[in-house]
């Protein structure tokens, strides 16, 4: 579905950063090795913002298609990223490996993403950064991106619960305007999470 849906030359949700990370970036380790891994990145867009910041990124999906076409970015922005193709059902995030990771947009079947957010928490170094931003149930109402399935959405609570080895430092739902290219277009119902661990 992936592959097809990056197939078309035009960047799906277009080749700007997400807004949220554009503002939160800054809570990111700025020294270091600065190595950050980006989670079901698709075409790439996140990924590039970061390497131009100078973070050490890796992007990991399961489109291989969609991985083209980031390094292709990376390429035209004259910056490096590393890609892999990854099923994050069984991909394994390493321990005390990134300063940070960076979930935007990726949503997955409840059970897959309780297992991966628990491996986040191990997979983070000591003050490594989790930057999220998801679409929540309300979302379906606005039908202006996202997955069409309430399960696949995130709210406030259940992230609370899925991350509660982090230190949350920003935890908000909101409505706010989203504009990445065709498929995430007009006002929105989101969730937004910064998380420290401690340590």
């Known amino acids: 579905m992936w592959d097809e849906r990056y197939s078309s ?3 799906q949700y277009g080749t700007e950063a997400n807004d949220f990370l554009q503002q939160s970036v800054h809570h990111l380790p700025q020294t270091g090795a600065r190595k950050i891994l980006c989670l079901g990145e698709g075409e790439g867009r996140n990924a590039v913002f970061l390497a131009e910041q100078g973070f050490d990124v890796t992007a990991i999906d399961a489109s291989e298609v969609g991985l083209q076409k980031a390094q292709t970015l990376a390429n035209s922005r004259g910056v ?3 890609t892999q193709v990854a099923d994050l059902a069984d991909y394994d995030l390493g321990t005390n490996l990134w300063d940070g990771i960076i979930s ?3 949503h997955l079947p409840e059970a897959l993403r309780l297992n991966l957010h628990q491996k986040v928490a191990q ?3 000591p003050q490594g950064v989790f930057i999220l931003e998801a679409y929540r149930p309300e979302q379906l109402q606005f039908a202006t991106g996202g997955p069409p399935q309430v399960e696949l959405m ?3 609570e259940g992230l ?3 991350l509660a080895d982090l230190e949350h430092r920003h935890l908000c739902e909101l409505e706010r305007e989203v504009k990445e290219g065709v498929l995430h277009n007009g006002m929105a119902a989101v969730v937004q999470m910064i ?3 401690e340590g």
């Open 160 to 162: 609370k619960n899925e």
């Open 123 to 125: 997979a983070l170094r």
């Open 80 to 82: 490096s990223i590393t």
């Open 154 to 156: 995130m709210t406030l």
């Open 104 to 106: 935007i947009f990726c």
């Open 195 to 197: 998380a420290t661990k």
């Open 9 to 11: 030359e035009e960047y």
